[in-house]
């Protein structure tokens, strides 16, 4: 399955933003924390940098969560993000930029509060996913201790693990001393 470069972008920032507090603490404790994650994913527009934005962002975060948790359920997912899209008051409109040259969506203007204008992207990319049948793509990760989400855009669907934290490799090198340490008690 392949989705549009920005709903695959929307996707990935939102499995980052949810990850934010999953993995290794509390990563956007501040407005600066904040202002270096928006950077990396090329957020433009509005950018208040206090304290009410960042309480915002913080409460999309858990709410996007909610919606990976949702994953499994498709008539409570579609309830969810339906419920997301309303509440940032989603207007699409095409757009390009020169860092961006193809025609993509953006859902509200620049000048919107920042979890509106991630959450209406966010809500749109899910729309996309829920469309094309492809819920199953939201997961969360298959390591024991790890909580974090990841979007699985891989061809046959068989991602299990994040990247935030080395999981999948941790995994694979405890299954191998596993063995091996069978190995050795059949000896």
């Known amino acids: 399955?392949?989705?549009?470069?920005?709903?695959?972008?929307?996707?990935?920032?939102?499995?980052?933003?949810?990850?934010?507090?999953?993995?290794?603490g509390e990563q956007l404790g501040d407005q600066r924390l904040l202002g270096a994650f928006l950077n990396e994913w090329v957020w433009t527009?509005?950018?208040?940098?206090?304290?009410?934005?960042?309480?915002?962002?913080w409460d999309l975060r858990d709410r996007l969560g909610g919606i990976w948790a949702?994953?499994?359920?498709?008539?409570?997912a579609v309830a969810a993000v339906n419920?997301?899209?309303?509440d940032t008051g989603a207007r699409p409109w095409l757009t390009r930029h020169p860092e961006l040259p193809e025609w993509h969506l953006h859902l509200s203007a620049d000048d919107d509060p920042l979890a509106q204008r991630i959450g209406a992207e966010v809500g749109m990319a899910l729309a996309?996913?829920?469309?094309?049948?492809?819920l199953r793509r939201l997961k969360i990760c298959a390591a024991p201790d790890c909580?974090?989400?990841?979007?699985?855009?891989?061809?046959?669907?068989?991602?299990?693990?994040?990247?935030?934290?080395?999981?999948?490799n941790r995994q694979h090198v405890a299954a191998y001393r596993e063995r091996q340490a069978h190995q050795h008690r059949d000896l």
Do not use: K, P
């Not at 949702?70 to 409570?76: F, I, K, R």
């Open 1 to 24: 399955m392949n989705f549009s470069h920005d709903t695959e972008l929307s996707l990935r920032c939102a499995a980052a933003l949810v990850n934010t507090n999953r993995v290794g």
């Open 45 to 57: 527009g509005r950018r208040d940098g206090d304290d009410a934005e960042l309480a915002a962002v």
């Open 70 to 76: 949702l994953a499994g359920d498709e008539t409570a």
């Open 83 to 86: 419920e997301l899209l309303a």
């Open 128 to 134: 996309d996913v829920i469309r094309d049948g492809e």
């Open 147 to 168: 909580d974090a989400v990841l979007v699985d855009l891989s061809r046959n669907r068989s991602r299990r693990f994040c990247d935030t934290g080395n999981c999948g």
